[in-house]
């Protein structure tokens, strides 16, 4: 029976909820705008700070759940239990069974709406997510019986060797995405003609950022990198 996973726990395995319904709503654009006297039209601030990437608000997600009992008692028991496992518990993984590659990070921030039929029940249910939906899996880590051939790539994301200066290629196929870079020892890499100093250990350069598709990481120093990321979607 199809769906969802929250909170660790499964709407069908885990209480018998049967998905009635769901609306995944996009994110809108967050916008900065500013008119000054006698304009047409009006100045667009919104990615200044970005270096041109959008920024995004908040999406809400809407699912409509069906709580089949045999009594009215266990159906408060379930409802009970229910409550808990969506409502007493801050931002989580929300990932739905006909998505499994990716979770939405969610959290239920108002009480859901209940609707009682005689010993049956039906609960809508606003997820309130970060605008991206993010992969369950680092990139290069999935199983050959898993890949997307429309949109994933097969590469090796676990460990390179880095002797001298060393072109590390890497791809990408979602949005803007800064990696993590473990090194064994420290070295420097270069991105875009721009040179970032790495430390023994992990390494997030705010500064370095993935873009879609090919991108070239020239490593000069001697040990083992690996490189970890996961792609983000709307």
């Known amino acids: ?35 000054v006297p006698y304009m047409n039209s009006q100045y667009d601030f919104s990615t200044v700070g970005t270096n041109g990437e959008q920024v995004y608000g908040t999406r809400i997600i809407t699912v409509k759940l069906a709580l089949l009992c045999y009594s009215m008692e266990q159906l408060y028991i379930v409802y009970s239990q229910v409550l808990e496992w969506l409502v007493d518990v801050g931002q989580s993984q929300l990932i739905f069974d006909f998505m499994p590659d990716f979770y939405f990070l969610a959290e239920v921030q108002e009480a859901p709406s209940w609707d009682e039929f005689v010993d049956n029940g039906e609960l809508s249910i606003n997820f309130v997510c970060e605008p991206f939906k993010y992969s369950t899996s680092y990139m290069g880590d999935d199983l050959w019986d898993d890949i997307n051939f429309l949109t994933d790539y097969m590469q090796d994301t676990n460990e390179f060797n880095i002797s001298g200066s060393t072109t590390i290629t890497m791809y990408n196929n979602g949005r803007l995405k800064a990696p993590v870079i473990n090194c064994s020892s420290a070295m420097t890499v270069t991105f875009n003609n721009q040179t970032y100093n790495l430390v023994q250990g992990d390494n997030k350069l705010w500064g370095l950022k993935l873009r879609n598709g090919k991108n070239d990481l020239v490593f000069s120093g001697n040990g083992t990198v690996k490189i970890l990321f996961r792609w983000e979607m709307l």
Do not use: C
Not at 5 to 23: A, P
């Open 1 to 35: 029976m199809n769906g969802i996973t929250f909170n660790g726990k499964h709407s069908y395995n885990d209480f018998g909820l049967v998905l009635e319904e769901k609306k995944i709503n996009p994110p809108a654009k967050t916008k900065i705008l500013d008119t």
